[in-house]
């Protein structure tokens, strides 16, 4: 097998096989777990002190509510490849609801997107058929598209129906005669809601592909919540690292690659980064064309973000909204759609696109016996400090009127507050850089190895590679394969590493 020539080539001393991983985000624990797997002696270096980047839970309000600093619900990990060849539904309780995500309306009973794709479609109405015929294709063959867009779109698709299909709809979709599918502003509100999460331009390539793949997956293996916050995913990784002899260091900031301790790259030595490209510019070896690209490298608008610690449960006027952890704000397909232009050109929207979780609803472990708490965000311009609590929270009091006599605390994240916790959230960019089609071919560079750099043995695993923004560790294990298929000289697949077929 591959991997086994690996295996052989360290054992008898042809490789030093010593990995260090700057920053332990799901995609840098990713790749030091794959690494430490395969029998390299690996080191994870983490500035903060605690590991997980936006995989961390924390006591950001009141003592007893427990608030996800970054991510907080994981379509991702579920159908991730590399999380299911680790094993990582385990070791983490996944709480799946049977509503994957609702979007309220004023004038209209809320849209929810239910695990059960044909109970979406009845409660759809007349759009039932038009929403079975854009998912239901994307949703039963949800391990192809993740095989598709989980990589990078810089080769022949392995599944080319099911590419071919998702092509279709994001052509559709992305463009201003998407909602012409629909017949009812629920069902065209419904997928917006999923589109904005692309944080870019709307309606855009982009954001329809983002949607999609989303939406694919809440009617799949559904939007789960891992119970106790995503802090023990996290976990789950550093003790799977941990296991296979791997040491994590917390409170090592790397500032610069000048003078780093890593060891030797000519006797295989390995350095993975799971952070901004930029910290390669502070490699004087840097060749000048690839410097050159990583400055061109663009970054998109930031996050606001809004904790709150509550009374009780959200009183949405609507109540099946309170059966769905996550929660779309912002009206009408037309008022997102505003709003994400609005962020677009540098302007804050007066009435904001909100991203709502509350994992209370399926997590009692996160608040207080008959407490709640709440996780929202909204897109702001790149780098502002402006404080959108207000926007937010009228947002929230608009299909739940009542909703703010609840508030107990509120702690509230700036997106240049975000950038400087953070440094691989440049600006606030939550998304490791602007999420165009452009930059999901030119992510960092154009290239079928992109998490390759030209320095030797520096391998770049960050959402800035491919497939970009979500908790799916892909980033990490593509770097991490990567480096073992350079080492080895031949190709390196997932069975090589974890076993199995």
């Given at each position: 097998?591959?991997?086994?020539?690996?295996?052989?080539?360290?054992?008898?001393?042809?490789?030093?096989?010593?990995?260090?991983?700057?920053?332990?985000?799901?995609?840098?624990?990713?790749?030091?777990?794959?690494?430490?797997?395969?029998?390299?002696?690996?080191?994870?270096?983490?500035?903060?002190?605690?590991?997980?980047?936006?995989?961390?839970?924390?006591?950001?309000?009141?003592?007893?509510?427990?608030?996800?600093?970054?991510?907080?619900?994981?379509?991702?990990?579920?159908?991730?490849?590399?999380?299911?060849?680790?094993?990582?539904?385990?070791?983490?309780?996944?709480?799946?609801?049977?509503?994957?995500?609702?979007?309220?309306?004023?004038?209209?009973?809320?849209?929810?997107?239910?695990?059960?794709?044909?109970?979406?479609?009845?409660?759809?109405?007349?759009?039932?058929?038009?929403?079975?015929?854009?998912?239901?294709?994307?949703?039963?063959?949800?391990?192809?598209?993740?095989?598709?867009?989980?990589?990078?779109?810089?080769?022949?698709?392995?599944?080319?129906?099911?590419?071919?299909?998702?092509?279709?709809?994001?052509?559709?979709?992305?463009?201003?005669?998407?909602?012409?599918?629909?017949?009812?502003?629920?069902?065209?509100?419904?997928?917006?809601?999923?589109?904005?999460?692309?944080?870019?331009?709307?309606?855009?390539?982009?954001?329809?592909?983002?949607?999609?793949?989303?939406?694919?997956?809440?009617?799949?293996?559904?939007?789960?919540?891992?119970?106790?916050?995503?802090?023990?995913?996290?976990?789950?990784?550093?003790?799977?690292?941990?296991?296979?002899?791997?040491?994590?260091?917390?409170?090592?900031?790397?500032?610069?690659?000048?003078?780093?301790?890593?060891?030797?790259?000519?006797?295989?030595?390995?350095?993975?980064?799971?952070?901004?490209?930029?910290?390669?510019?502070?490699?004087?070896?840097?060749?000048?064309?690839?410097?050159?690209?990583?400055?061109?490298?663009?970054?998109?608008?930031?996050?606001?973000?809004?904790?709150?610690?509550?009374?009780?449960?959200?009183?949405?006027?609507?109540?099946?909204?309170?059966?769905?952890?996550?929660?779309?704000?912002?009206?009408?397909?037309?008022?997102?759609?505003?709003?994400?232009?609005?962020?677009?050109?540098?302007?804050?929207?007066?009435?904001?696109?909100?991203?709502?979780?509350?994992?209370?609803?399926?997590?009692?472990?996160?608040?207080?016996?008959?407490?709640?708490?709440?996780?929202?965000?909204?897109?702001?311009?790149?780098?502002?400090?402006?404080?959108?609590?207000?926007?937010?929270?009228?947002?929230?009091?608009?299909?739940?009127?009542?909703?703010?006599?609840?508030?107990?605390?509120?702690?509230?994240?700036?997106?240049?507050?975000?950038?400087?916790?953070?440094?691989?959230?440049?600006?606030?960019?939550?998304?490791?850089?602007?999420?165009?089609?452009?930059?999901?071919?030119?992510?960092?560079?154009?290239?079928?190895?992109?998490?390759?750099?030209?320095?030797?043995?520096?391998?770049?695993?960050?959402?800035?590679?491919?497939?970009?923004?979500?908790?799916?560790?892909?980033?990490?294990w593509h770097a991490a394969r990567t480096a073992l298929s350079d080492a080895a000289g031949v190709p390196i697949t997932l069975a090589d590493v974890f076993g199995g077929d």
């Amino acid at each position: 097998m591959p991997g086994q020539r690996i295996y052989e080539r360290w054992q008898t001393g042809g490789m030093a096989a010593h990995a260090t991983v700057v920053g332990s985000g799901p995609n840098g624990l990713t790749a030091a777990a794959t690494l430490a797997r395969a029998g390299l002696r690996v080191r994870v270096l983490e500035a903060a002190d605690t590991i997980g980047g936006g995989l961390r839970t924390e006591a950001l309000t009141l003592p007893g509510f427990r608030h996800d600093v970054c991510s907080a619900v994981h379509p991702a990990a579920l159908t991730s490849p590399v999380f299911r060849a680790l094993g990582l539904d385990r070791d983490v309780s996944w709480l799946i609801p049977d509503a994957s995500y609702a979007h309220p309306l004023d004038d209209a009973p809320a849209a929810i997107a239910w695990r059960d794709l044909d109970r979406t479609a009845h409660d759809l109405g007349p759009d039932g058929r038009a929403w079975l015929a854009a998912v239901r294709p994307l949703a039963h063959h949800i391990d192809e598209l993740v095989s598709f867009t989980g990589d990078q779109l810089v080769r022949m698709p392995r599944h080319p129906v099911t590419a071919a299909r998702f092509g279709f709809r994001v052509l559709e979709q992305g463009t201003s005669l998407g909602a012409l599918g629909f017949r009812t502003p629920r069902a065209a509100a419904l997928l917006a809601g999923a589109m904005a999460h692309a944080n870019t331009w709307m309606p855009s390539l982009a954001s329809a592909a983002a949607g999609l793949l989303l939406t694919a997956q809440a009617h799949a293996g559904g939007w789960p919540v891992p119970r106790g916050g995503a802090q023990v995913i996290a976990e789950a990784l550093a003790a799977d690292i941990r296991a296979h002899g791997g040491v994590i260091e917390t409170g090592r900031r790397v500032t610069s690659l000048d003078g780093l301790d890593w060891g030797d790259p000519a006797a295989g030595d390995l350095l993975i980064l799971d952070t901004s490209p930029r910290l390669l510019l502070t490699d004087s070896a840097l060749p000048t064309g690839y410097a050159r690209a990583v400055r061109r490298y663009r970054y998109g608008p930031g996050v606001m973000k809004v904790d709150v610690a509550l009374d009780g449960p959200i009183p949405w006027r609507d109540p099946n909204v309170g059966r769905a952890p996550t929660v779309h704000l912002g009206g009408t397909r037309e008022e997102i759609i505003a709003a994400e232009q609005d962020v677009a050109r540098g302007r804050i929207p007066a009435n904001p696109y909100v991203l709502a979780v509350q994992p209370s609803v399926i997590d009692p472990t996160r608040a207080p016996a008959g407490k709640a708490v709440l996780w929202a965000y909204t897109h702001v311009p790149l780098g502002s400090r402006a404080d959108a609590t207000a926007a937010v929270l009228a947002q929230i009091e608009r299909f739940a009127p009542g909703a703010r006599d609840l508030v107990l605390a509120t702690h509230s994240t700036t997106a240049a507050s975000r950038g400087r916790r953070n440094p691989a959230e440049i600006g606030g960019d939550i998304s490791g850089g602007a999420f165009t089609m452009a930059q999901a071919i030119r992510r960092p560079v154009v290239s079928r190895h992109p998490w390759r750099t030209p320095l030797p043995g520096v391998y770049l695993a960050s959402s800035s590679t491919p497939p970009g923004p979500g908790v799916h560790g892909m980033s990490g294990w593509h770097a991490a394969r990567t480096a073992l298929s350079d080492a080895a000289g031949v190709p390196i697949t997932l069975a090589d590493v974890f076993g199995g077929d």
